[in-house]
């Protein structure tokens, strides 16, 4: 089992900055998949970016260019710098661990983002 503990959610005026990050713990193994994923109120849950243990990292268009994935293999995290922060951002972003075939959800954080 693995545990995913996310932090650095809150609210932000438009064109802010907030940087998640989500720690993992339990039964991790070195090959990894780690992401995020945000929904918001009424809307489907959506990818967001992920990055794997090696740094290949894939980013949605709707965040290309204003956010930045990174990983630190040894502590088992994952951050998500975000930058000019638009209203349409405003979700519950949460960390996603894959490993050996199995996905892994943390609680989720709010992102609020006011016009």
């Known amino acids: 089992q693995v545990h995913l503990v996310e932090s650095g959610g809150g609210l932000v005026q438009a064109g802010g900055s907030l940087r998640l990050a989500c720690v993992a713990s339990?039964?991790?193994?070195?090959?990894?998949?780690m992401g995020w994923y945000r929904q918001a109120p009424g809307k489907q849950r959506e990818f967001v970016a992920q990055?794997?243990?090696?740094?290949?990292?894939t980013l949605a268009n709707a965040v290309k260019g204003r956010f930045t994935i990174s990983t630190d293999n040894a502590k088992n995290t994952v951050a998500l710098q975000m930058t000019s922060l638009k209203p349409e951002d405003t979700a519950v972003y949460y960390c996603?661990?894959?490993?050996?075939?199995?996905?892994?959800w943390g609680q989720g954080t709010q992102v609020t983002v006011s016009s």
């Open positions: 996603l661990r894959s490993q050996d075939g199995h996905d892994y």
């Open positions: 339990g039964t991790t193994y070195s090959i990894y998949v």
């Open positions: 990055i794997s243990n090696t740094g290949v990292a």
